[in-house]
Structure formats: structure tokens, C-alpha cells
């Protein structure tokens, strides 16, 4: 079976018209009628956008260090031609500060991982080398290794010279890489300045680093021709990867390149998952507009600022400038706002007090952000003043905007957990939406399109997933759906997942942001500003169209987006799309026509409706109450031992509800199926044969089953006929589509149980009655209790004793 090329959106084409209220964006398109028509249409749901915090508005290199020789150096192995390395140059000189409209970063040290976060202040604060620099950027400690490099062996002992040796090898090699992405960094390359002695290291730095891709990955062309062969030209096995997203198809491309077969199942029309660029045209002009994922957050070491290097796409810095206007349309005075806006932050910075006293004293406490912020507000007497108020909430409309969710869901103790992992630089937009990284990520893969995942069955033997009535069968499974779809239950897995994953997925937040983007025939805004606010006098509606982004700079026309959060999020998506779009221009209209100044009807608009999508059921993560960040791993752990991966933004404690935090957590799991399928091939042959035959020896006693119903055989407790007796259960699932083979995992159900599910009609009746109403797990042949092989070996020696021994061993 070929792999289908993603249909024509049906989105992209302005005349359409359908119908169904399951559709999770809708578009107006305004013409000169009377009554504009409606379309809706099937966007992608969205990771985390963030508000401006730069002043700059060049479009520089999204690195640190700068790329002198891009355009010189094309030879994948030649050596770099002498990159410069320098420190970052000072910013310019500029108007003066702004105040920033952060999207959550205040108070790093009282949350995480302390000891990281005051390293790295502290060695921020000296003067660090630039190599040092780069690698603290893309996420590395200063003096130790990380986890990944520990698993990995990368030095024969913690700590000591050979530890610091490495890790000044290990930042060379990155950022040799770094100030030349657009070339392959060979083993030699990175030997030449560094000593003989060291060669060790090299190799050691080297091989970690491009196995868990921190160099050599993206789209560069003589990159992406590397990494579409195996890497060592072994094949190490099939993997089957459920989503298209961020995540999906970076771990596809490595782990093309480290050997396996990789097919992609994607239940959209179309691929990028939650981010999502729409094309709107109209009456003359035309622009891209990003519905789902759309500011890339922190530049420096951001992976997504290397794609768009490679790219040649220049990064358009969001400026801080950010104009608040009251409901009537007037311009907030400047010394009130910086008055509320100290006031919010001293707020948050005495919740932020009182959580670290509180975990201090009492483990496991927590309460809502939302109700911890207004108990000090009560008490400190902040914004009392009704347009105090206003300014107040609408400073809390973007925290809720932040973490998709509203205050009083939030858990004050970790809701910030991620801070000190913060990637720095400026935010920034991609001219032409984002949509750009996804197409060049697409190309050369096996993707299949509207397959639906229903089912994920895993056991010792491999993966056998079921998407759109096909069957796809695999040695493991990287599942990389949205938190908010684990959380619905729409894919089944057998057996079921771990108790300690379900409970993660169900105590994490996934929360709710929704737009509004209009193409309008002109610019009525303005081109000096990426950002501009709204107040609400209704504190239940503080997240309605709040916050204004023009994208006019990057989208190629006169593009607006309003963003609804908070509650206000929920409620949209039961209005009607009129009376969203209706409601938008009043707004516009009442803060530029006392300018004089027009506005026009849009052109075109588009709602979005990420809650209803089938596909997301929600925008992003957050931290809910009761949960931390411990649960951002707990959703990242395999199971099944190691047939069973996962990953996207959700599965990434560093840097969730981001774009780049789903693009890194798919490169970890690529890197984590390399290891245990290495690990498996390092198992002695004998005891895989003994593996074997154990299972071989386990389905001859099933080739004369007692009761064989469906795929479901079962064989009785010779013992007794007993209804309460055990009996073992086998149920055979068939990969038909992809392999002759087929998946078999076992259980223990009394023989009464038996009989009834033999009364029941077809498979899935069955798995129901046995996963629903007798609450069994099936496991793979290893997995069975003592009862299960104490059965095992009962059954055997009655056969035994009834064919009057065993011949060679055989059943």
C-alpha cells in the first residue's frame, strides 16, 4: 500500500461551503451581499503562542552565534570554513523600554529544579565562553550531564576531569554545528581542534549528539539527503508513529536515519497536527494566518529557529509595544496601567512566597492560583478603582491565556514548573505561517492520512495498531496524539495502559485558546505595533478578543487575530461565528473610529473551535490543581517494556504547551527506541531462543484449545471443572495489512467467564466484557502471574501423561 499525499484542504479554498457543528474552526467570508456566507472547515489545534518581549524589530539569525560561511560552504564533508565565534553582539540602542506583556515568566527560582536554575543565573552573571553559552541554550547544564547523557555512558565515571573534559568536547562539537547549520558535521570535522588524547571524548560527544539530535538535524539540503539512509546501514526494526504533528515527523525522520522503517498515521487530511496556517484571499488581497501554533518562544537554542536558517527564512521579533484600551474605546493612561502591572506582578510574586512556604511546611498542599491571587489582592487592597480592575483582569485574562486555562484551575503550587527551563531570546513570528516547517518535514515520508487510531495492542511479539479498518502491524509504537485525546479515551489500548499513566493524563490540564482572524482589504491598525489589547468590564468575559496580534508583517496582507481565553474561550465556541466576528468589529470600531479612522468589513474570517476538534479536544497543557511536573514525565515513560512510546508537548516538563517543546520530546523518542532496540539486540541469542520456544511451546497447547470462540482460544484447569477454576485465556490479533503474523497476549479468567464470553457475539463485544465487566488486563507470555504458569504447567503435564510423554520436548 502506497502512503497518500495529503487531500486539498477543504479550508484553503475560500468558496466552499459545508456544514456540522463538529468542525473545529469557521470562516466568513464578507462580500458585497447583504449576508455573508459560512463555511466550516477542519483546522489543527494549536501550541502555545507568547506575548512579546523584544523591542527589536530586526529579522537576524534566530542562534547566538552567526553564520559567516552558509553561503560558502556546501560541501556536506568539508570542514567549516573558520565559523566566527563570538559573543552575542549588545542590543542596539532603541526607544526606551517598554513595559512587557509576559505570557508567565516571573519567579524561576522558588519552582523546579533550584540547584539548575541558580546555575545557570549564576553562570549567566559571568563571563561565560560562547561555547558554554550555545550549549546552556539548547538546554545543558553548565557542569554536569544530563540524564540522557548518563543512560548513554558517555563517560566511564561521574564527575571528575574525564566528566569536565567531555562536557568542554561535547560544547565545541555543538557549537561547532550550530555556527554553520546548514552543513553535516562529520566525526573528522570534529576532531581537528580538538587533542589526540581526546579522542575518546570526541567520539563519545559525537555519537550522543547526533543519536539524540542536537547536531546535524533540520532541513538543510545536504542534511535532509543524509538523513534519508541509515545511518550505519543496519535495519533495526519497524515503527509504526500515530500523528503527523511536530512530534511525529521529526522522530520519523530520525529514525529513518538510524535504521527503521517508519509508517506515520495521521487522522487529519492533512499534517502538522496542532499547528496549522491558513491561506485567505479576497477582494485583491491575500495573507497566511497561523489558527494553531504560532509564536516561536525563545530563539536561542530553539530547534524551530535552526529549521528556519536552513530555510532562509528571516524571524520577525514581536515587539513589546503593547497599547491597552478601556471598554469605551479610550486609551488606558500609562501611569495607571504601569501602576496595575506592578501591583499584579508584586501579586503573583507573594503567591509565589507563600507556595514555597507552604511546600516547605506542609507536603502536598495546593490550592487554586486563581484563589491564592485574590486572597492578597483582598488583602493588600489592590485595584479597588473599577478601571484598576479592569486592567488587573485583564493581566490575569493573559495568564489564562498562557496556560490555556482559567485561574481557578491552575495549581499555584507548580503552575510556573517550567521557568527555569525558559528558552531566552526573543519570540517571533515565521513569515508565512509555520505551516512552512511542516511541509519541508513532510517530504519523503510514509504518511498515511485520515487514519483514525482506534486501537494500540502491544505485547512481547510487537504492536498491532488498528486506524480506519486497516491493521498495521510494527516492533513498537510511537503514540504522539494530544493530551486532550488520551484524556477522551478515543484510542484503546491493550492492555490497558498502566495505572500510574492513566492517573497523569487524567490529574494534567489541557487547556482551551481560541481565534478570530480576519483578512481585512486594508491595514486600518497600523504597522508599528504586533500587539494591542482590550479591557472588558465583565470579569467572566476578561478573555474576549483580549488581545489583539497584526500579522500584517509577516503574513503578507492585512491579517488580524483576536485572541479569546479563559472562560471566554469555553462560551465561544457556542456562539455563533456572526455574532464572533460582529462582536470583534465593535471592538475595533470603538477604538479606531474616535481616531477618525475607518474600519472596514473583513474580508474573510476564520473562528476556531480547538475544544470540538476530534483530533485535540483542547489547545494545550497546563498544570492543574493536584498535579505537577513530575506528571510531564510520567506521560513520557514507555510501556509494555519498550513496545509502547510517547510523545508531544504534554510529554515534555522542560518545555510544555510549545512548539519546540513537541518538536524536542519527538526527537527524545526516537533517541529512547534507538536504545531498547539496541538493547534487544544485545540479548544473547540462546536466551532468545529460549524466549521463543517458551512461546512456541505455549501456542501448541492452544492448536487443541478446550473453548475457541472468534480470535479468543481458552484451555481449562485439568484439575477441576469447577465454574470458579482458572482457565487461560489467549485472544490472537492479526496484522493482516502489513504482516502475515500475528499479535497473541494471554490472561486468567475463570471457566465460568469463559462460557460467557463464548455467548457473546464478535471480538469487540468480548474485549469489552473482558476489559469492562470483568476488569482483565491481557498480558504478553512473560507477563502471566505465578498462577498463570503454575496453570501452564499443569496443562502440560496432563497432556503429557495423556500422550504418554513428550518426545524431544515438544508438546
Known amino acids: 500500500m502506497e502512503p497518500t499525499d495529503p487531500p486539498q484542504d477543504p479550508s484553503d479554498n475560500p468558496n466552499d461551503v459545508a456544514s456540522g457543528d463538529s468542525s473545529p474552526d469557521t470562516e466568513l467570508t464578507h462580500s458585497n451581499s447583504a449576508t455573508p456566507s459560512l463555511s466550516e472547515n477542519n483546522p489543527p489545534s494549536k501550541t502555545t503562542p507568547e506575548a512579546p518581549v523584544s523591542d527589536s524589530q530586526d529579522d537576524s539569525s534566530s542562534d547566538p552565534i552567526q553564520d559567516d560561511n552558509d553561503d560558502n560552504n556546501n560541501d556536506p564533508d568539508g570542514p567549516p570554513q573558520n565559523p566566527s565565534l563570538s559573543e552575542p553582539a549588545p542590543a542596539e540602542p532603541g526607544p526606551p523600554p517598554k513595559k512587557r506583556r509576559r505570557r508567565k515568566k516571573f519567579f524561576t527560582e522558588l519552582n523546579g529544579n533550584p540547584s539548575l536554575s541558580r546555575s545557570r543565573r549564576s553562570d549567566m552573571a559571568k563571563d561565560v565562553d560562547v561555547e558554554a553559552l550555545i550549549a546552556i541554550s539548547v538546554g545543558f547544564p553548565v557542569d554536569s550531564l544530563t540524564e540522557e547523557e548518563i543512560e548513554a555512558n558517555v563517560v566511564s565515571t561521574i564527575g571528575g576531569v574525564e ?18 547549520v546548514s552543513v553535516w558535521l562529520t566525526r573528522d570535522h570534529s576532531l581537528e581542534s580538538i587533542r589526540s588524547e581526546h579522542k575518546g571524548l570526541v567520539d563519545s560527544a559525537y555519537r550522543f549528539l547526533l543519536n539524540h539530535g542536537y547536531i546535524n538535524f533540520g532541513l538543510a539540503p545536504a542534511i535532509k539527503e543524509a538523513k534519508l539512509r541509515s545511518v550505519d546501514g543496519i535495519e533495526r526494526g519497524n515503527v509504526v508513529i500515530v500523528g503527523a504533528g511536530l512530534a511525529g515527523l521529526i522522530a520519523a525522520r530520525q529514525l529513518v536515519f538510524m535504521g527503521f522503517n517508519v509508517v506515520v498515521l495521521e487522522g487529519r487530511a492533512r499534517p502538522g497536527g496542532r499547528v496549522k496556517t491558513r491561506r485567505m484571499n479576497g477582494d485583491g488581497v491575500e495573507a497566511a494566518g497561523d489558527l494553531g501554533g504560532s509564536v516561536l518562544t525563545g530563539i536561542n537554542g530553539n530547534p524551530l529557529g535552526v529549521l528556519a536558517r536552513q530555510l532562509g527564512l528571516p524571524l520577525h521579533k514581536v515587539r513589546d509595544i503593547c497599547p491597552l484600551y478601556l471598554p469605551d474605546g479610550k486609551a488606558v493612561n500609562s501611569e495607571i496601567d504601569s501602576k496595575v502591572e506592578v501591583s499584579f ?40 478603582d473599577p478601571q484598576e480592575r479592569m486592567l488587573l483582569n485583564w493581566h490575569l485574562a493573559n495568564l489564562e491565556y498562557a496556560n490555556a486555562s482559567l485561574m481557578s484551575n491552575l495549581s499555584m503550587a507548580y503552575w510556573d514548573q517550567d521557568d527555569p527551563y525558559e528558552m531566552g531570546g526573543d519570540h517571533c513570528f515565521i513569515p508565512g505561517g509555520n505551516e512552512t516547517f511542516v511541509r519541508a518535514l513532510c517530504e519523503d515520508l510514509p504518511i498515511f492520512y485520515e487514519r483514525t487510531v482506534e486501537s494500540i495492542r502491544y505485547g512481547t511479539d510487537g504492536v498491532l495498531v488498528y486506524a480506519g479498518g486497516q491493521e498495521f502491524r510494527g516492533d513498537m509504537v510511537l503514540c504522539t496524539v494530544p493530551l486532550g485525546v488520551l484524556k477522551k479515551g478515543t484510542i484503546e489500548f491493550v492492555p490497558e495502559l498502566p495505572q500510574r499513566k492513566r492517573e497523569a ?54 491579517l488580524l487575530v483576536a485572541l479569546v481565553a479563559g472562560d471566554a474561550a469555553n462560551k465561544f465556541e457556542t456562539m455563533s461565528p456572526v455574532e464572533s466576528v460582529r462582536r470583534v468589529l465593535d471592538i475595533l470600531r470603538g477604538i479606531f473610529h474616535p481616531k477618525g479612522i475607518a474600519v472596514p468589513d473583513p474580508v474573510q474570517a476564520v473562528c476556531t473551535r480547538w475544544g470540538k476538534d476530534p483530533f485535540a479536544y483542547g489547545s494545550y497543557s497546563y498544570v492543574a490543581i493536584g498535579s505537577s511536573g513530575d506528571d510531564y514525565d510520567i506521560l513520557a515513560e514507555s510501556v509494555g517494556d519498550g513496545r509502547v512510546f510517547f510523545a508531544g508537548e504534554a510529554t515534555n516538563k522542560q518545555y510544555p504547551a510549545t512548539m519546540h517543546g513537541a518538536f524536542l520530546s519527538g526527537m527524545r523518542e526516537a533517541a529512547n527506541i534507538v536504545r531498547v532496540a539496541k538493547r534487544r539486540s544485545l540479548i544473547p541469542a540462546d536466551k532468545l531462543n529460549n524466549v521463543r520456544e517458551e512461546s512456541d511451546d505455549l501456542n501448541k497447547l492452544f492448536e487443541t484449545p478446550d473453548l475457541t470462540f472468534g480470535s479468543f482460544s481458552v484451555l481449562f484447569d485439568p484439575r477441576s471443572n469447577d465454574l470458579n477454576s482458572y482457565s487461560l485465556l489467549r485472544v490472537k490479533f492479526r496484522g493482516e495489512k502489513l504482516d502475515s503474523g500475528c499479535l497473541c497476549l494471554f490472561g486468567l479468567i475463570s471457566r465460568n467467564q469463559a462460557i460467557q464470553l463464548s455467548e457473546v457475539d464478535g471480538d469487540e463485544n468480548r474485549m469489552r466484557m473482558l476489559n469492562h465487566d470483568f476488569g482483565v488486563r491481557l498480558v504478553g507470555s512473560k507477563g502471566l502471574s505465578g498462577a498463570g504458569e503454575s496453570l501452564i504447567s499443569q496443562i502440560k503435564s496432563a497432556r503429557s501423561n495423556l500422550n504418554g510423554g513428550f518426545k524431544d520436548g515438544a508438546v
Open 163 to 180: 566528566q569536565a573534559n567531555y562536557i568542554v568536547v561535547r560544547n565545541h562539537i555543538l557549537t561547532r554545528w550550530r555556527s554553520n
Open 345 to 384: 506582578n508584586k501579586l503573583l510574586d507573594r503567591v509565589c512566597k507563600l507556595r514555597h512556604a507552604m511546600i516547605e511546611e506542609v507536603k502536598s498542599v495546593d490550592v487554586p492560583l486563581g484563589t491564592a491571587l485574590e486572597a492578597f489582592r483582598r488583602i493588600y487592597n489592590v485595584a479597588e
Open 505 to 558: 493524563i487524567q490529574r494534567l490540564g489541557f487547556g482551551l485558546l481560541n481565534k478570530v482572524a480576519m483578512l481585512f482589504p486594508y491595514n486600518f491598525w497600523g504597522g508599528d505595533i504586533d500587539t494591542f489589547g482590550h479591557l472588558s468590564e465583565d470579569p467572566s468575559m476578561r478573555g474576549e478578543f483580549f488581545l489583539f496580534y497584526s500579522y500584517s508583517s509577516v503574513s503578507g496582507g492585512p
